[in-house]
């Protein structure tokens, strides 16, 4: 970042306020620019836990891997869930811990994705969650060893067909959904129905949180269109450090250009 130089000629009679003041000015970063917490592209991957991307699931779960689609925006190596073997295991990464302190701060997951028509059915589940657990390895255990238990955050959720469907919005109490575990619907504000299978296109997803004046707000976007808003205004959650892909499909599902960003404006 560049910054401005300072003059040494007196501006009017203030000459040392002037320099305090574009001193301070320039030792802070520009607001409103984002800064990308981590991006994935499984460029060479051979190793996902290597790479932070770790399945967990219940007992005798099959762990996600790595396929190849070069359906565009997707490039070569991709993260790919194997199909109905480990449809019900979630793949997580986790990412630098951040809060959403001040109205305005956001959180954005920013994904391609491509499911194909044999996954007709099948539903993606996509989610930002705060776990007390740190997660470091594959997880195939019961409720009181799986590093999703109490793990808080919210997620956007849509069935995956040929046409147009509908997403939704949860708050998750327990995001071990193995288990009993409470999920919230909110209320969808501006539902666009939509489409996420193709044989031959790829989509570019988000899920963006923000700290509003009432609450955590949620926007799902589809290639650039909002198609779904949804506002969290009781007891909204701010803090998060992992992601969590669920892709349930009888045939695999493909992601790639994974990142997690941040506005957040602190110094």
Not at 25 to 53: H, I
Not at 140 to 155: Q, R, V
């Amino acid at each position: 970042m560049k910054t401005r130089s300072l003059s040494s000629k007196k501006t009017h009679n203030y000459p040392l306020l002037t320099a305090i003041a574009l001193a301070a000015l320039s030792a802070f970063p520009v607001t409103g620019k984002s800064a990308e917490l981590f991006k994935d592209t499984f460029t060479d991957v051979k190793d996902l836990n290597a790479a932070k991307w770790f399945t967990v699931g219940m007992p005798s779960g099959t762990p996600w891997g790595t396929g190849q689609d070069s359906t565009a925006p997707l490039s070569g190596t991709v993260l790919e869930n194997l199909g109905s073997s480990s449809g019900w295991q979630h793949v997580v990464r986790p990412f630098p811990a951040t809060t959403l302190s001040k109205t305005g701060d956001s959180l954005t997951l920013k994904m391609d994705f491509r499911a194909d028509s044999n996954t007709d059915g099948g539903f993606l589940d996509v989610a930002l969650l705060n776990c007390a657990k740190n997660i470091d390895s594959n997880s195939f255990t019961d409720e009181a060893g799986n590093p999703l238990l109490n793990a808080k955050g919210y997620s956007a959720f849509q069935v995956c067909k040929t046409v147009p469907t509908e997403n939704s919005f949860r708050k998750i109490a327990n995001a071990a959904s193995a288990f009993d575990a409470p999920k919230k619907h909110l209320k969808n504000n501006s539902v666009v129905l939509t489409a996420l299978q193709d044989d031959t296109k790829a989509h570019t997803l988000l899920l963006t949180l923000t700290k509003g004046e009432s609450g955590t707000e949620m926007t799902w976007s589809i290639d650039g269109v909002v198609v779904g808003s949804a506002t969290d205004v009781d007891t909204s959650f701010d803090t998060f450090n992992t992601i969590s892909l669920l892709a349930v499909s009888s045939n695999p599902v493909h992601f790639d250009n994974i990142a997690v960003s941040t506005n957040d404006k602190k110094p």
